[in-house]
C-alpha cells in the first residue's frame, strides 16, 4: 500500500494563496494519474483537479477552474496545487489521491489517498 503524504494547509485570508503539496512514501508506483478531492463538513467528497501521470493534461472542477492549478514532478511522484484568489467556500479539508488507471478521474474512489490537509479561508 502506497501512502500519500499532503501538506501546506493553512489558514488565509479570502483573496491570498496557498500551495499545497503531495508526496508518495515510495519512489515509485503504478498510477495514471493524481489529483485532489476536498470535503467540508457536511457536505460529500468532491473533485478539485487531477493530472495525468504520462503526459500532464490537466483537469479541472468549473468551480476551481482559472483560480487553481495542478501540477507535478513525475521523477519525485510528488503533485501540487496552487491555489489563488481563495474564496470561503475553499474551506475544506483537501485530500490527495492516485489512480491505477485514467477512467473515472473525477469520481472519489481513487486507489490510495492521503491523510487530509485542512484549507480555512476567511472572509
Known amino acids: 500500500q502506497v501512502q500519500l503524504v499532503e501538506s501546506g494547509g493553512g489558514s488565509v485570508q479570502a483573496g491570498g494563496s496557498l500551495r499545497l503539496s503531495c508526496a508518495a512514501s515510495?519512489?515509485?508506483?503504478?498510477?495514471?494519474?493524481m489529483g485532489w478531492f476536498r470535503q467540508a463538513p457536511g457536505k460529500e467528497r468532491k473533485f478539485v483537479a487531477a493530472?495525468?501521470?504520462?503526459?500532464?493534461?490537466?483537469y479541472y472542477a468549473d468551480s476551481v477552474k482559472g483560480r487553481f492549478t495542478i501540477s507535478r514532478d513525475n521523477a519525485k511522484n510528488t503533485e501540487y496545487l496552487q491555489m489563488n484568489s481563495l474564496k470561503p467556500e475553499d474551506t475544506a479539508v483537501y485530500y490527495c489521491a492516485a489512480r491505477k488507471y485514467l477512467v473515472r478521474i473525477a469520481t472519489p474512489d481513487y486507489d490510495y489517498w492521503g491523510q487530509g490537509t485542512q484549507v480555512t479561508v476567511s472572509s
Open positions: 515510495t519512489r515509485t508506483f503504478s498510477k495514471a494519474a
Open positions: 493530472i495525468s501521470w504520462s503526459d500532464g493534461t490537466t
